[in-house]
């Protein structure tokens, strides 16, 4: 049976458009240099919440403004729908925020439909704010008026957030379901001496493949998809953060920390899955799936 394929058709033609691929690169650029690297992009992508902070922050103001719309069609209370609205207007700007900084991270494709869903949301925003402003000078039908041609404007948002969230998979974790694809217990993985020492490298385990660092007798497997978007992490650069032995992904820069695959910095929230290691006498390395 065929689909219906309207909206999704039209965001699906969105991720192929390249009209505005010069402003989407220009502001992703612009992003990436006014929130580099460090504590507050890390906070941005949710870090240390183990998850993205901008579906959690987007649901509040979209609640508010859904129930401002609700107490305006009950016709109660004006004060609690300008209070209900204020609230969605104040919680928007950390929202865009955390928003941009996960955006600036992401596929092109999934920064085409980001970039309709961002206008989108700001002209919601504004219509929100002027509604607001509206009521606060006592005119309570024009901003009735604005905040419901803002909820509907903010509904295409909403729907293009959630294409890039469920169909492009962005903010998803990308990494391999260990315990879903390797079966319980230990696996051969190769012979010791036929890898480098020093430089990681990619092997296959039934389905999945692995990174694989050999340190002197000490040998490191992480999966080697990069939990963010899926990027190799054997082709990464190996340093030392806080202290920590970690792997950068050569994609977006996350960073991992290689004894337990915690995330040290994002965009990626969600840690590496770990393999335990053990060599056999004949210098067959072994792995299972990790604990953590
Ligand atoms: S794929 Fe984006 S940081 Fe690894």
Redesign the pocket.
């Known amino acids: 049976m065929r689909g219906f394929a309207g909206p999704v058709a039209l965001a699906d033609r969105l991720e192929k458009s390249k009209a505005m691929d010069k402003p989407v690169r220009v502001l992703a650029k612009a992003v990436r240099r006014r929130i580099p690297p460090g504590r507050l992009r890390d906070l941005l992508h949710g870090v240390p919440l183990g998850e993205p902070l901008h579906p959690p922050l987007a649901s509040v103001s979209l609640g508010c403004w859904m129930s401002t719309a609700v107490l305006d069609l009950a016709g109660a209370d004006a004060r609690a729908a300008r209070l209900l609205l204020a609230t969605g207007v104040a919680n928007a700007l950390p929202t865009v925020a955390a928003g941009l900084t996960d955006w600036s991270?992401l596929h092109r494709e999934q920064q085409r439909v980001g970039f309709v869903h961002m206008l989108s949301n700001l002209t919601a925003f504004s219509l929100f704010s002027a509604s607001l402003a509206a009521r606060l000078r006592g005119q309570e039908r024009t901003g009735k008026i604005l905040s419901f041609t803002g909820l509907g404007i903010g509904m295409l948002g909403a729907y293009l957030g959630g294409h890039m969230a469920y169909r492009q998979a962005a903010g998803a974790n990308?990494a391999p379901q260990v315990t879903h694809l390797v079966p319980l217990g230990w696996h051969d993985l190769c012979p010791i001496r036929d890898l480098p020492d020093g430089r990681p490298v990619a092997r296959r385990l039934g389905y999945i493949q692995l990174f694989v660092l050999r340190q002197g007798d000490g040998v490191t497997v992480l999966a080697d998809?990069?939990?963010?978007?899926?990027?190799p992490?054997h082709q990464?650069r190996l340093v030392m953060s806080d202290g920590e032995a970690c792997v950068v992904?050569?994609?977006?820069?996350?960073t991992f920390r290689l004894a337990d695959g915690s995330v040290r910095h994002?965009?990626?929230t969600a840690p590496a899955p770990t393999f335990e290691t053990r060599i056999r006498r004949d210098g067959t390395i072994q792995v299972r799936p990790g604990l953590t």
């Open positions: 991270s990308h998809h990069c939990p963010h978007l899926a990027g992490l990464g992904c050569p994609w977006h820069g996350s994002g965009p990626a």
